[in-house]
């Protein structure tokens, strides 16, 4: 199985997180990769594939307006995870 330019191993996306942290000059605490993957998956299963990238960037622009701190993206995360799946427990 060959990987695409598309598909990113593990290392790859530490290695592109890295280079968003040394651009915007920001510390491995700033991308909680884990917590972000985890919203993805959580809205692509529970509302659709393709909301997963406007939620993530929604969930980061509440979370900068409320503040900005760890604490602030864990709970505008935490909301909209709890959106997603009551959005997919409709029907």
């Known amino acids: ?3 695409t330019h598309r ?3 593990p290392e790859a996306l530490d ?17 909680p990769t884990a917590l972000i993957l985890d919203l993805a998956r959580d ?6 594939r393709p909301a997963a ?3 993530a960037f929604v969930a ?6 409320a503040g900005g701190s760890p604490d602030d993206v864990r ?3 935490a909301a909209v995870v ?7 427990t409709r029907g």
């Open 1 to 3: 199985m060959t990987e």
């Open 7 to 9: 598909t990113l191993p």
């Open 15 to 31: 290695a592109w997180a890295a280079e968003l942290r040394a651009r915007f000059d920001l510390v491995a605490e700033d991308i």
């Open 43 to 48: 809205v692509a299963n529970g509302v659709a």
């Open 53 to 55: 990238p406007l939620s």
């Open 60 to 65: 980061g622009l509440v979370a900068g307006r």
């Open 75 to 77: 709970a505008t995360v």
């Open 82 to 88: 709890e959106l997603a799946n009551a959005h997919g």
